[in-house]
């Protein structure tokens, strides 16, 4: 089992910045990839980013060059960091996780974008 808590969502205005958090605990010792997914109203939940143990990384298109993806593996932790933001970023978050068979989604963590 894991377990995956995420923090770090809130209000914020067109061109502004965020920083999520989602630490891990349990299993972690299987874990690999690590990643950041959203879900606007009405809309599927969609990948952002997803970076591996090793720090390889992959982003969504629509946030390439605005949003960093990190991991400090000593603290199970992956960050999100987010600039520039949209208001079609608008979203619940979730940070998500594999291992083995199973997969893992944290309780979600709402960001809006709007002035």
């Known amino acids: 089992q894991v377990q995956l808590v995420e923090s770090g969502g809130g209000l914020v205005q067109p061109g502004g910045s965020l920083r999520l958090s989602c630490a891990a605990s349990?299993?972690?010792?299987?874990?690999?990839?690590m990643a950041w997914y959203r879900q606007a109203p009405g809309k599927q939940r969609e990948l952002v980013a997803a970076v591996t143990r090793s720090g390889s990384t992959n982003y969504a298109d629509s946030v390439k060059g605005r949003f960093t993806i990190s991991r400090d593996n000593a603290k199970n932790t992956v960050y999100l960091q987010m600039s520039s933001l949209k208001p079609e970023d608008t979203a619940v978050y979730y940070c998500?996780?594999?291992?083995?068979?199973?997969?893992?989604w944290g309780q979600g963590t709402q960001v809006t974008v709007s002035s």
């Open positions: 998500n996780t594999n291992v083995r068979l199973s997969t893992y």
């Open positions: 349990g299993n972690v010792f299987n874990i690999n990839v």
